[in-house]
Nanobody, 126 residues
Framework: QVQLVESGGGLVQAGGSLRLSCAASGRTFSASAMAWFRQAPGKEREFVAAISGLGISTRYDDSVKGRFTISRDNAKNTVYLRMNKLKPEDTAVYYC???????????????????WGQGTQVTVSS
């Protein structure tokens, strides 16, 4: 059973930074691509960033490119999202997601992720 537990959310002023963490249970963590998605009130869940199983390739939504950095530590079964220059429009619940073990290639499509965390709230004040 794969479990994902996010942490690191909170309240921050515009221009500030946060680092989200997602700890995954289970073996073969490095075999699976990981991603972060977010959902703001009244909006659909949207892609933020993704990273391949070995961490070689990453992809970002244009809205966060240059401000957010996704990384992973396979020895710790953890993926991170470093968020800099935060804006009020970044306010959302942030979800960690994992693809199945056979899929090490990252994707921006939520339906291609099999496992999801419970989410962590990020609030950016103006």
């Amino acid at each position: 059973q794969v479990q994902l537990v996010e942490s690191g959310g909170g309240l921050v002023q515009a221009g500030g930074s946060l680092r989200l963490s997602c700890a995954a249970s289970g073996r073969t963590f490095s075999a699976s691509a990981m991603a972060w998605f977010r959902q703001a009130p009244g909006k659909e869940r949207e892609f933020v960033a993704a990273i391949s199983g070995l961490g070689i390739s990453t992809r970002y939504d244009d809205s966060v490119k240059g401000r957010f950095t996704i990384s992973r530590d396979n020895a710790k079964n953890t993926v991170y999202l470093r968020m800099n220059k935060l804006k009020p429009e970044d306010t959302a619940v942030y979800y960690c997601a994992r693809r199945g073990e056979k899929y090490s290639t990252s994707s921006s499509i939520s339906g291609e992720y099999d496992y999801w965390g419970q989410g962590t709230q990020v609030t950016v004040s103006s």
